[in-house]
């Protein structure tokens, strides 16, 4: 599975943004999709999972301001990001898990929140 994440970009406090993730490859066998962040300085964390069958996940830090979709038609998922704060400045990466639990990710997009 090989995917392409974009949509990064510099935005405003209180702006939005939609990253979007093109899968290619054995994309039959993906279980779970998702996204994940890193800041500066810190881990790679989850933001965002949903599953083979519609269910979602939210990292209680974007609950209520971020929301996966996908897209089979078009094999891509999106995180689309409202109410942005300086806090979400991160590199973002999207994920896909098979159901041999085998994680793929995409090159980070880089997300900067400033004014």
Request: with cysteine; proline share 3%.
């Amino acid at each position: 599975v090989q995917l392409q994440a974009s949509g990064g970009g510099l935005v405003q406090p209180g702006g939005s943004l939609r990253l979007s993730c093109a899968a290619s490859g054995s994309i039959f066998s993906i279980r779970h999709r998702g996204w994940y962040r890193q800041a500066p300085g810190k881990q790679r964390d989850v933001i965002a999972i949903i599953s083979s069958g519609g269910s979602t996940v939210y990292a209680d830090s974007v609950k209520g301001r971020f929301t996966i979709s996908r897209d089979y038609a078009k094999n891509t998922w999106y995180l689309q990001m409202n109410s942005l704060k300086p806090e979400d400045t991160a590199v973002y990466y999207c994920n896909a898990a098979n159901y041999g639990d085998v994680n793929f990710w995409g090159k980070g997009t880089l997300v900067t929140v400033s004014s």
